[in-house]
């Protein structure tokens, strides 16, 4: 048998373009309708063969990123090895481009990343389908890291449809080296919502905008749900945001459950201008310039070897 004795596997981080939350369903999940873009943050699993599990993380903030058991991709891991029957055994080195506990859903990359390459080293061969029905057993932002681009989520956002974009839009990220819980989040947003519709939808012209690539009209309808509970536990957020609204910036918000910040540019040039301009405001830890959509976990080079 041809067994590769490594795989690499690389899977974006995304930001929500719309993220409306409304009141928890009966399996105790809030019910949210919201585009996700994957964006030119990645992560990156490599996947060798070994005895057992383990793991190994370097890359942004990767100190804060628990090697054991608890690591999303070794939860992702033992669950393919689970479902399989599968005997064998995997080491991931994983290097984080995405910022942990950002509200881009690093760890959510890294599981989706890691139910691919251990598919493709262990030649368990799940079809598409399969693997995403283990992605949303992990957690509802793991669906959207194997398939990217740009799509609606609805349920507990882990129920996709594709979305169409046309061309590639150009956004500013303001990043926090302190990270915000997302349950933490929630519960705040429960304080503040205490009536929340059941059932929330993503308004039509943000998806018209997207279809016709049209920057301005996205940046009209960029909308977090979630901004004022993240405001609430970090009000330095307001700062950001006040930093991108004095930029060339069309619009900016909260990303997912924060604290990271994202910035709409009408285009490259102008996304320089306004990653300098909130640069100069001191306000974030780090601001970087991506576009999007991206593609979803794919192999990055396959490492061949003979194994009998
Ligand atoms: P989301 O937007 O989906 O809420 P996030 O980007 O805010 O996600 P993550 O970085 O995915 O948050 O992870 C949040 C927490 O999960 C971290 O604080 C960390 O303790 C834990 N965790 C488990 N596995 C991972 C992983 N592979 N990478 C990062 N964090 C992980």
């Known amino acids: 048998m041809i067994a590769p004795a490594a795989v690499h596997v690389r899977a974006p981080g995304k930001i929500n373009l719309s993220l409306r939350v409304g009141a928890v369903g009966a399996d105790g999940y809030h019910r949210l309708a919201t585009v996700f873009q994957a964006v030119s943050l990645y992560e990156d699993v490599v996947a060798e063969a070994a005895e057992g599990i383990s793991l190994s993380v370097t890359g942004r903030a990767a100190a804060e990123v628990p090697t054991d058991e608890t690591n999303l991709a070794w939860r992702a891991a033992q669950l393919l090895a689970d479902a399989t029957g599968t005997g064998a055994g995997v080491h991931l080195r994983i290097t984080k481009g ?13 599981a989706a990343a890691a139910l691919l390459a251990c598919d493709l080293l262990w030649g368990t061969g799940l079809a598409r389908e399969e693997l995403g029905e283990l992605a949303a057993e992990l957690g509802a932002d793991v669906p959207f890291a194997l398939t990217g681009q740009t799509a609606i989520g609805v349920g507990r956002g882990d129920v996709l449809t594709p979305a169409l974009a046309r061309g590639r839009f150009t956004w500013v990220l303001a990043m926090s080296d302190r990270g915000l819980s997302t349950p933490e989040v929630f519960r705040v947003w429960d304080e503040q919502n205490p009536a929340a519709a059941p059932v929330p939808e993503v308004e039509p012209e943000l998806m018209h905008a997207l279809v016709a690539g049209d920057p301005h009209g996205v940046a009209r309808y960029l909308v977090n749900d979630l901004q004022p509970a993240a405001i609430e536990l970090r009000p330095e957020l307001q700062d950001v945001i006040d930093a991108f609204e004095a930029s060339p ?18 285009g490259p040039g102008d996304a320089a201008d306004v990653a300098e301009s909130v640069r100069a405001a001191g306000v974030a830890d780090e601001v970087l310039v991506v576009t999007g ?16």
């Open 293 to 308: 959509p991206s593609l979803g976990a794919r192999l990055v080079e396959p490492v061949a070897a003979e194994v009998d």
């Open 98 to 110: 995405v910022p942990t506990a950002g509200g881009m859903a690093g760890g959510s990359a890294d």
């Open 249 to 266: 910036s069309l619009a900016a918000i909260v990303s997912g459950s924060g604290p990271t910040v994202v910035g709409i540019a009408a």
